[in-house]
């Protein structure tokens, strides 16, 4: 009989590298660590060691992806400076742009959420109804509950859709801001 040696260590989380790779080229969404190493029935600590082989080959070499940790999770993301001929691939100018008021609106959200229409409009100083339908439609920000106070409006925070769009893990990697 035949022995076959065994795989080395380095070799296994190459093996496992390219699985992981497979798993997030196919997703949709970010996926956490541990929703990977529940996938490929693994420690959580050789999906770290097999995602930090993976992506240090985006990173040493030209290439049209990255892999990046958003929004709670690892993705596989093109590179921007393709960004053009990737939209004429799937037959769009590019991405959906904000509006300036769209983004001071978001920004205000972000920084205070949860927040209430009337304190977002309180802090701009214009009315932000069909905005914040805009916003919600794109899925950048949620309905996160109801004030306690008189009316019980409605409070507004960001999604995951938000943090993967602006390339953040969570909502505290945010720059500073200033006092809104």
């Not at 076959?4 to 970010?30: G, I, K, Y």
């Not at 949860?114 to 701009?124: D, F, G, N, V, Y």
């Amino acid at each position: 009989m035949i022995q076959r040696p065994e795989t080395s260590d380095s070799e296994q989380t190459a093996r496992l590298a390219a699985q992981l790779e497979a798993l997030l080229f196919v997703s949709r969404e970010p996926l956490p660590q541990g929703r990977l190493a529940e996938l490929v029935d693994v420690a959580p600590a050789a999906v770290r060691e097999a995602l930090q082989l993976l992506a240090g080959r985006y990173v040493g070499e030209a290439s049209g992806i990255h892999l990046v940790e958003i929004a709670g999770g690892w993705r596989l993301l093109t590179n921007p400076e393709f960004s053009d001929a990737v939209a004429q691939l799937a037959g769009r100018k590019g991405r959906d742009r904000l509006s300036p008021a769209a983004l001071e609106t978001l920004a205000v959200v972000a920084y205070k959420q949860p927040a209430s229409r009337a304190e977002i409009e309180r802090i701009r100083g214009v009315g932000v109804g069909p905005i914040l339908r805009h916003l919600l439609e794109l899925d950048l920000i949620k309905v996160a509950g109801r004030d306690e106070g008189l009316g019980r409006a409605l409070l507004y925070a960001t999604t995951r859709a938000f943090l993967d769009r602006f390339g953040l893990k969570s909502p505290k990697d945010l720059p500073a801001s200033l006092e809104l």
